[in-house]
């Protein structure tokens, strides 16, 4: 009996075996005919072709105008121009009309004309500003640069790319804030009341603070070293029609017809008549004296 536990289970090793030994043999020709399928024609048997990188060029700085060219005599428009504050700018410190002053940081030059020294003063006008307030409402500053004078006596203007300076805050911030919000109206008494009273914050560029300017005209310079300065020419619609910042007088009373009124007819005072009527005029009278016969 015990021999013939033991054979059956030799038997039992025996052809698990062998159905091991089938399956890997059949896996190994599915992937051996992979290999074959995938091979391009004409390659050696066992070798797989790897790609060859395309060779690596090195990148070449963009050539620099000679001085004597064009280009290098023209300042494009839109460049960049950086100004150091010197007064603070803020939501809760500026007023509106006031000017606040700056400088250049580097001299503005063109090839080795300067057009403005490092420090020339800078304008910058506070067109609006207003603080933060209850509500969690955010405080702002409405900013406008001024021209800044040349060497020669000339007027550069300048513009801010950001002319509306707030917090900003983004999409994740608000969405983080609704949520604190919201936790602390369910489970905190009295939030509510907090969230109305909470004051929003404040924006503030204080002395030394870099602010970044573009130029709104190209500068160039001639042959005989003069500067001019030329605005772009504003751009002009075909279909487009001008438009007034006031109106005009009416040269005449307009007369509003009402649609349900009939136009009333002018009459004269007084009111003239057809023909003139005769006056009447002196008659002779009798004469009471008597007259003398001859």
Known sequence: ?????KA????????????????QQFWG??????????????????????PTPPPRTRETPPDTPPPGSTAANVLPFDSSVMVVLDDAIGSAISQRNQVARAHLKDALSIGSTVLAPAGTPVSIDIIGAQGAKSGDVYGYVDISVEPIVLTDGSRLPLRSPYSHLTQNTTAGHEATVGVEDTIGDIFIPGHIIYRMMRKGRNVTLPVGSMVRTRTLATVSINARGEVAIATPAPVSMPSSAPVSDFRPLPFATQ??????QKPTPY???????????????????????PSSSP
Not at 8 to 22: N, Q, S
Not at 40 to 50: E, K, L, M, N
Request: charge should be negative; glycine fraction near 10%; proline fraction near 14%.
């Open 1 to 5: 009996m015990r021999s013939y536990e």
């Open 8 to 23: 059956g289970l030799r038997g039992g090793e025996a052809e698990t075996e062998m159905v091991l030994k089938r399956g």
């Open 29 to 50: 020709a599915i992937v051996a005919l992979t290999m074959v399928m995938t091979l391009p024609f004409g390659a050696p048997s066992g070798a797989v072709p790897v």
């Open 255 to 260: 007369v509003i017809a009402h649609p349900n």
């Open 267 to 289: 009459r004269a005072t007084p009111e003239p008549t057809d023909s003139p009527t005769p006056s009447p005029g002196p008659s002779a009278a009798a004469s009471s004296s």
